[in-house]
């Protein structure tokens, strides 16, 4: 059965303190990876997309890379204003235009 | 960037009624657009899949009578929750996909709070 799965559930880090989040995904047939990132009572907001293993996208203090198991989502030196979910959602081949979502890791950078 | 809108942000309605919920691509046409209902603490749900001028595609589990889906137009896309009760409260979003055949980025609407009492 194709998953994904998102680590850690939640994150709180102080201001500036950089880390990493991570988006594992057992599935058939990758077409592309995405990150999005979701704040309260909004819709989610496109970050990436990576379509192959060493692929590496950057957005200001955002970092996306991609292996054949997982991504890795790297914050550097996080805002406060970077505090929101990060949901990761996986594309399949084939005919099929279906995305799955992972459950999200909720960040808080503290001031 | 491509904008999604959704229309209403927020609707109330009692326990048998029906809600249509609008979601429109204001600046570019879209070719595919997808449903996702969301409950607290949850990941997006993929409710379904339509395609401009054709019938949707529901997932698993999901009542095509009751959650009726139109794309009439490459900008618009309905879902009408039918004879909605309180476990329908939830909150739904909608995404739309450009002609992009790499399947670039999916634009995301800013979500409706449907609350059934």
């Known amino acids: 059965e194709d998953q994904v799965t998102q680590s850690p559930e939640a994150l709180r880090l102080q201001e500036g303190e950089s880390s990493s989040l991570n988006c594992s995904y057992t599935v058939s047939g990758l077409r592309g990876l995405f990150w999005y990132r979701q704040d309260p009572g909004k819709g989610p907001e496109f970050l990436f997309t990576?379509?192959?293993a060493g692929e590496e996208k950057e957005k200001e203090r955002l970092k996306a890379t991609l292996t054949k198991k997982e991504s890795f989502l790297h914050i550097t030196a996080p805002k406060p204003e970077d505090s929101a979910t990060y949901l990761c959602?996986?594309?399949?081949?084939?005919?099929?235009?279906?995305?799955?979502f992972g459950t999200g890791t909720k960040l808080q950078v503290i001031p | 960037g491509a904008v999604v809108s959704q229309h209403p942000s927020r609707v109330i309605c009692k326990s048998g009624t029906s809600v249509k919920i609008e979601c429109r691509s204001l600046?570019?046409?879209?070719?595919?657009m997808f449903w996702y209902r969301q409950f607290p603490k949850q990941s997006l749900m993929l409710m379904a899949t339509s395609n401009e001028g054709s019938k949707a595609t529901y997932e698993q589990g999901v009542e095509k009578d009751k959650f009726l889906i139109n794309h009439a137009s490459l900008t618009l896309s309905t879902l009408t929750v039918t004879s909605a009760h309180p476990e329908d409260s939830s909150f739904y979003i909608c995404s739309a996909r450009d002609r992009d055949p790499n399947f670039s980025k999916q634009y995301f609407g800013p979500g409706t709070r449907l609350t059934v009492t």
């Open positions: 600046d570019f046409q879209a070719t595919t």
């Open positions: 990576l379509y192959s």
């Open positions: 959602a996986v594309r399949l081949s084939g005919g099929y235009q279906k995305v799955t």
